[in-house]
């Protein structure tokens, strides 16, 4: 692809983190809203006011969310509502789940992204990596990686305790 001025760079960032629990677990903390509700944190520790997930191919899933995010850019008021919604690509279970990714990001642009999570047995639980791309913006790239880094932590948290 060649860049000119008009064409946005797009960043990627892959994430890692053992978790100790079944494939099946892991896999269903993400697609069943009732386990993803329990993990599923702002930094302030509130959860989503809506949890919807079609699980299968084609299927759609909407999160909704008041206040700070994970890594709430500068400005953000703590009202804000975040709506976090996408389809389904892929839905391998327990193995693959690849889905868009779109967000309201305030004064940050949009683009194609796309999120690969894969869920590799390990001794004594789970490898879960989460690859995101199509982010359009260095502060999306760095607050989207510590953003899937602590959901990641309070996954383990949530399921380590289940």
Request: charge should be negative.
């Amino acid at each position: 692809m060649t860049l000119n001025a008009n064409t946005p760079t797009e960043f990627s960032i892959r994430v890692s983190k053992f978790i100790r629990a079944s494939r099946e677990r892991v896999f269903e903390a993400w697609v069943r809203p009732e386990i993803r509700r329990k993990w599923w944190r702002t930094n302030r520790g509130e959860g989503p006011t809506t949890c919807e997930i079609d699980g299968r191919v084609g299927g759609k899933y909407l999160l909704k969310q008041i206040g700070s995010g994970a890594e709430t850019p500068a400005g953000v008021e703590d009202d804000y509502e975040w709506v976090i919604e996408g389809e389904f690509l892929e839905f391998d279970a327990p193995r693959r789940l690849v889905f868009t990714w779109n967000v309201n990001h305030p004064g940050e642009p949009s683009g194609d992204e796309r999120v690969t999570i894969e869920f590799h047995e390990a001794e004594g639980g789970t490898e879960v990596t989460i690859s995101h791309e199509g982010i359009l913006s260095s502060s999306l790239r760095d607050g989207t990686e510590k953003g899937w880094t602590k959901l990641l932590e309070l996954q383990a948290e949530v399921l380590a305790q289940a």
